[in-house]
Antibody
Framework: QVHLQESGPGLVKPSETLSLTCTVS??????????WAWIRQPPGKGLEWIGS???????YKQSSLKSRLTMSVDRSMKQVSLSLRSVTAADTAVYYC????????????WGQGALVTVSS | DIQMTQSPSTLSASVGDTVTLTCRAS??????LAWYQQKPGKAPKLLIY???ILQSGVPSRFSGSGSGTEFTLTITSLQPDDFATYYC????????FGQGTKVEIK
């Protein structure tokens, strides 16, 4: 059984950095078969794939976000993190983490999601 | 980047109906396609992967087909629990989603 939990501030000011952490409760975290993905969903809209990272830190990023996006992994804590710089209102969304049968593959387990609002 | 287009955007149907949702890719993605179901306020749930393989625990009334650029998700004998929004996702290159098809009660 895989459990993923997103955490982080729910409100970020424009031009600042959005930071989220996903804690994974599963022995599969250290399995090279799996990657850990970030997906977001603006209110009332569809899903957008952000990127994916392995437990050794190899990452794949959506091209339009690449310049603002950093993903990292903390193996001891079984956590993956996302940082998105210079945010605007367009970055307001529910952010999900998910297990990727990757790299860049189907997403078979999802966290509940965390709403991040960009507003002054 | 690969673009994914789903049709229709909304589909009205009744319990017991068989419905077919379509997803088209802007270029060939072989069979690297997944389908997800999402209900309001919930995370998406994986239904089908590699275009036609049913995820463990998903009812057999869900089926997927297609390859290359055109794919379908069919739900046979629609159940009350199936009214939701469905997304396709290509994973041939990164992971682009379609814009979704909402299946609503007629």
């Amino acid at each position: 059984q895989v459990h993923l939990q997103e955490s982080g501030p729910g409100l970020v000011k424009p031009s600042e950095t959005l930071s989220l952490t996903c804690t994974v409760s599963s022995d599969s975290f250290n399995n090279t078969e799996f990657y850990w993905a970030w997906i977001r969903q603006p209110p009332g809209k569809g899903l957008e794939w952000i990127g994916s990272i392995s437990y050794i830190g190899k990452s794949y990023k959506q091209s339009s976000l690449k310049s603002r996006l950093t993903m990292s992994v903390d193996r001891s804590m079984k956590q993956v993190s996302l940082s998105l710089r210079s945010v605007t209102a367009a970055d307001t969304a529910v952010y999900y983490c998910a297990r990727d049968r990757g790299p860049g593959n189907r997403l078979d387990s999802w966290g509940q999601g965390a709403l991040v609002t960009v507003s002054s | 980047d690969i673009q994914m287009t789903q049709s229709p955007s909304t589909l009205s149907a009744s319990v017991g109906d068989t419905v077919t949702l379509t997803c088209r890719a802007s270029q060939s993605i072989n069979y690297w396609l997944a389908w997800y179901q999402q209900k309001p306020g919930k995370a998406p749930k994986l239904l089908i992967y590699d275009a036609s393989i049913l995820q463990s625990g998903v009812p057999s009334r869900f089926s997927g087909s297609g390859s290359g650029t055109e794919f379908t998700l069919t739900i046979t004998s629609l159940q009350p629990d199936d009214f939701a929004t469905y997304y396709c996702q290509q994973y041939n290159t990164d992971g682009t989603f379609g814009q979704g098809t909402k299946v609503e009660i007629k």
